[in-house]
């Protein structure tokens, strides 16, 4: 029987002591060290105060993005470790990295089933390319909200849009039939016709998807092209990865 392992997923900012010192008392199996791929000597220097803080023994996984400001690319990562960690206990440290981390951390805790958690610093240091805070007080786990995450299906729906940058919804439907998406038959097994196909789809996806705000249609009737949204390119950039 496999084992539930602790994971711990700790954005990288001007903090050491609020990054490492969390992980004895939640005893931690596997920390995921997330950081911008590019760096200065004062972010190597807190990534590499933060390794050292981390005790042997615990696997660590380096996670980078290309900008610290986007904050949809954020947020796709933290979705993208916490579906790869799906049956582990999963703890995000949203004190530790900044803003922007923090509130994506939080967001996909939520959605994803992890605990996000708050260190509170024993003080708050004045000096300059030091760690802003020094010290560990104690950890407040944070409360655990439910969201539910967009389904996998309307997900699935704007990769394939996407693919296309503009396609008719026969078209769609044929190609979520083909991946097991949509089904074509009815409970009896017998093929359904087009107009019965054209219903369900409609039901399932294209009106969800229009609903939400993810997809536009140009055109008319049947005939009409679907394409994404600023809304749906967001969407599918954050969870459309893992």
């Known amino acids: 029987m496999k084992s ?6 700790i954005p990288i900012g001007l903090e050491i002591d609020r990054a490492t010192l969390p992980l004895k008392e939640y005893k931690a199996d596997r920390v995921y060290l997330l950081a911008p791929d590019y760096g200065d000597a004062i972010d190597d220097y807190f990534l590499d105060g933060v390794k050292a803080g981390i005790a042997e023994g615990v696997e660590v996984i380096m996670e980078g993005y290309d900008r610290w400001d986007n ?52 003080r708050y240091e004045d000096r300059r390319k030091e760690q802003l805070t020094s010290g560990y007080r ?18 699935e729906a704007l990769r394939i849009i996407d693919n296309y940058e503009r396609t008719g919804q026969k078209a769609l439907s044929a190609e979520l039939v083909g991946q097991g998406l949509l089904r074509d038959k009815d409970e009896k097994g017998k093929k359904l016709n087009d107009k019965a196909m054209h219903v369900l789809f409609r039901r399932q996806f294209l009106r969800p998807l229009l609903d ?31």
């Open 212 to 242: 939400k705000g993810w997809v536009e249609i140009e055109g008319q009737r049947r005939a009409a092209k679907l394409s994404l949204t600023e809304e749906g390119e967001n969407v599918l950039r954050i969870f459309g990865r893992g």
């Open 71 to 122: 904050f949809h690319e954020i947020m796709s990562k933290f979705c993208e470790i916490m579906k790869r960690e799906k049956g582990n206990k999963v703890f995000v440290n949203i004190s530790s990295g900044g803003k922007l981390p923090g509130i994506a951390g939080t967001i996909a805790a939520m959605m994803f089933d992890a605990t996000p958690y708050y260190v509170v610093p024993e």
């Open 138 to 155: 104690k950890v407040i786990p944070l409360p655990e909200y439910r969201i539910s995450p967009p389904q996998e299906g309307l997900i």
């Open 4 to 9: 539930i392992l602790n994971v711990h997923i």
